[in-house]
Each structure stands twice: as structure tokens, then as C-alpha cells.
């Protein structure tokens, strides 16, 4: 049973570029969410989506978009990347509507120049 | 605005001895969650304490749940090198979604 994946693993961008980060749920689970984990802290919530709907959002900009497809698989899209934008982006899903223990994927290193 | 708090920030220990990491949380949570991640890793699931006077155990870590005094702690006993590593306590914001949000973390390094 594969876990959580997300693609790609490494991206290196420059400022003010697009990104589109991927991300497939664990077999059974419907529901995911998207963190940003600057280093040296801990992640911080972007938003979540459940049945193809933004659900709740964090303290992110407008710049930080998202999608998810009738198959539960997600995407995160930031426009006019910035310096600060430089984390590891981690995906996590969870079953039956996000009220259960949320598994991580291997998340992405985004690197803005 | 709910607020984890995690102590302490860095800990350093021998082989064979024991602590605690403390996770303070502000307001009223369903749940908490404890993740390992190992540097340049994803977070790995170890608990999830859902009432108060929860404990859970696996090998050489404790976790605990405290939702009156809004303190969880884990407890490492007898600690071994494997388990360097940063710890997150997260919690759950309660309503519809389980948005989580992490403490600042503990990074762990035991010593041979």
C-alpha cells in the first residue's frame, strides 16, 4: 500500500516564477492538507481540501492556491514566489474528512533564488 | 488563537539516560499528535492522545495527556542513538477540519 507521494522532490525557482507542487493521498484517505515548513520550525497549515473544496485556510496570501481532482490527488500553486517562500512543502491526508490522524508525504523542497 | 509551546528547544543526552519533552497548548483541543522527523524527512506518526489521562507507549517512548493543565509530555527512557531526531507535538484546532498546528519542535541528540 503506498503512502502518501508528492512530486516533485527537489524544485529550485527564482523570484517571482510560478510553482506547481503535486501530491496523491494514501490509498482510502480523501482529505488533504498542505503544510510549509520553513527550516528550523515547525509546519505551518496552508489549507485543506475535501471533496474537491478549499475547506479551511491558514494565514497564507492569496498567492498560495490549490486543487484537488475527483481521484483525492492535490496540487499547491504559488505565484510571484518570493526569498521567504523557501521551505519544504509536505502533504498530508486522512480518511473519512480529515478528523483522524493525518499521514505525511516526503514532502518538497522548494528553493527560491 | 491557539498556541503550542514545546520544551525544550534542543536537548542533548548521554546513551541509557531518561527524559521529558513538555507541550504546553493554549485552548481547548480535541487531540494531540506526537511526529518524529529525521533530518531532511518527512514527519512519522508516533502518538495520538485523544482524552485526558491518555498514555501511550512504544519501545522507549511515553506519551502522555494532561487537557486540564493543557500539558502533554514524552518521555524517553533509556535513550539509544536511534532516536535522534526533531520531535513535534501538534494539536488539533477543533471544528470541522483537523487543521493541526506544531509546536517549535525539540531536536534530540543522544550521545554514545
Known amino acids: 500500500d503506498a503512502g502518501v507521494t508528492q512530486s516533485p522532490t527537489h524544485l529550485i525557482k527564482t523570484r517571482g516564477q510560478q510553482v506547481t507542487l503535486r501530491c496523491s493521498p494514501k490509498s482510502g484517505h480523501d482529505t488533504v492538507s498542505w503544510y510549509q515548513q520553513a527550516l528550523g520550525q515547525g509546519p505551518q497549515f496552508i489549507f485543506q481540501y475535501y471533496e474537491e473544496e478549499e475547506r479551511q485556510r491558514g494565514n497564507f496570501p492569496d498567492r498560495f492556491s490549490g486543487h484537488q481532482f475527483p481521484n483525492y490527488s492535490s496540487e499547491l500553486n504559488v505565484n510571484a514566489l518570493l526569498l521567504g517562500d523557501s521551505a519544504l512543502y509536505l502533504c498530508?491526508?486522512?480518511?473519512?474528512?480529515?478528523?483522524?490522524?493525518?499521514?505525511f508525504g516526503p514532502g518538497t523542497r522548494l528553493t527560491v533564488l | 488563537e491557539l498556541k503550542v509551546e514545546q520544551n525544550p528547544l534542543f536537548l542533548s543526552m548521554q546513551e541509557g539516560k531518561n527524559y521529558t519533552i513538555y507541550c504546553n497548548y493554549s485552548?481547548?483541543?480535541?487531540?494531540l499528535y506526537w511526529y518524529r522527523q529525521d533530518p531532511g524527512k518527512s514527519l512519522e506518526s508516533l502518538f495520538v492522545?485523544?482524552?485526558?489521562?491518555a498514555v501511550k507507549q512504544e519501545g522507549r517512548l511515553m506519551a502522555s495527556l494532561d487537557t486540564k493543565a493543557r500539558l502533554s509530555t514524552l518521555h524517553i527512557t533509556a535513550a539509544v542513538h536511534d532516536l535522534s531526531a526533531t520531535y513535534f507535538c501538534?494539536?488539533?484546532?477543533?471544528?470541522?477540519?483537523?487543521?493541526?498546528?506544531f509546536g517549535t519542535g525539540t531536536l534530540l541528540a543522544v550521545q554514545p
Open positions: 501538534a494539536v488539533d484546532s477543533r471544528g470541522a477540519t483537523n487543521k493541526l498546528i
Open positions: 485552548t481547548t483541543s480535541d487531540r
Open positions: 492522545l485523544l482524552s485526558n489521562g
Open positions: 498530508a491526508s486522512s480518511p473519512s474528512g480529515g478528523r483522524y490522524t493525518q499521514y
